[in-house]
Structure formats: structure tokens, C-alpha cells
């Protein structure tokens, strides 16, 4: 499958204005950029490509899960993703896309590529911590979260405990402080 073809926009031929492009991504998106951390992905992400004179804004949003597995328990789960892009389109001498809120094509180019926009949209909105909602809110029942509260320590010490387990040679030494 060419993604690149798929999310290639050809600008010349668009009247001045805003166009409405919208684009279902899948795990296949994802996996034609060797990318495999996902299980499964199933994200709509609307553009909206504003062409002027000199120069095209696009704005992207995305919405949708990911399926990915729990950092903590190791079971799969959705976690709702959403996130936003603005990118600006100028025409210069040489390609150049160094920035992040930039692109420069060269004053000869008909169309603009936008999958690996969305590619870095998506994965960067994903949280680099991915804890499943039913740890947060106790309702996950998991072997792993019931091995975690078997091995959890019991009861905290408290201050006052270790005070009165302290050697008595420091208490002698804490009144040589205080006797002055």
C-alpha cells in the first residue's frame, strides 16, 4: 500500500480559499512507516488547507484511539487520543523542512505531502505513560495488579516509631546539642 500517494494534496489546481480534506488512519498507516507499537489504531483526522496568494495554512485535528498495552498491568486497552497541527506552506528556492511550523517547497512544486505530519501528530499526542483507566479508578481485576498489591509493603512507619527506635548513643549526643 503507497501511503504517500493516498495523502498527497495537489494544490494547483484549488481556487483560493478553504478545502476540507478528511482522512481515516489505520494500523496499515502506521505500519508503512515501520512503526509497531500500536495494536491498533482507529483515528479521523480532519484538514483544513487554507490556500492564499503566496502561501497554504493547513490545520489538522485528529481524534480517535489507540490501542496500546498497559504500562503497568500489561493488558491492552482504547485510549482516546486527540490532538491539533498548524502548519504554514511557503514557497522559496530549495525544499526545506527543518520546522516544526514551517514548510518552504520550492516555487516549481504542485502538491504537498502531509503523511508524515499526521505520523508525528498522532504519535506525539500519544502519553509516554499508558496506564489503564480501570488501575486509575480500581475496577481492573489482573493477575499483575493482584501480584503489585500482594508485594506492596503493608503498613508505612511512621515518625514518631522511628523516633523511639533511635540508639540511645545518638540520644545522648542530640542532648550535648541542646544543653548549651
Not at 488512519?25 to 502506521?30: H, L, R, T, W
Not at 489503564?132 to 506492596?152: F, Q, R
Request: net charge negative.
Amino acid at each position: 500500500m503507497n501511503i504517500e500517494k493516498d495523502f498527497l494534496i495537489p494544490f494547483v489546481g484549488l481556487k483560493q480559499g478553504k478545502h476540507q480534506f478528511d482522512y481515516q488512519i489505520d494500523k496499515k498507516f502506521f505500519e508503512s512507516f515501520d512503526f509497531d507499537e500500536y495494536n491498533d489504531v482507529a483515528i479521523k483526522v480532519d484538514l483544513v488547507l487554507d490556500k492564499k496568494s503566496t502561501m497554504l495554512e493547513l490545520a489538522f485535528k485528529q481524534k480517535g484511539t489507540v490501542n496500546v498495552p498497559c504500562d503497568l498491568t500489561g493488558e491492552d486497552f482504547d485510549l482516546p487520543v486527540k490532538g491539533k497541527l498548524n502548519l504554514i506552506v511557503k514557497f522559496g528556492d530549495a525544499f526545506n523542512n527543518e520546522n516544526d511550523e514551517w514548510l518552504v517547497l520550492p516555487h516549481g512544486e504542485f502538491q504537498v505531502s502531509v503523511a508524515q505530519y499526521i505520523y508525528e501528530m498522532i504519535v506525539l499526542s500519544v502519553p509516554s505513560k499508558r496506564v489503564h483507566p480501570g488501575v486509575k479508578d480500581g475496577t481492573l481485576k489482573s493477575e499483575a495488579i493482584e501480584k503489585l498489591n500482594e508485594l506492596a509493603p503493608k503498613e508505612p512507619l511512621k515518625e514518631k516509631e522511628e523516633e523511639e527506635k533511635t540508639d540511645p548513643r545518638w540520644d545522648k549526643l542530640k542532648q550535648l546539642l541542646t544543653d548549651k
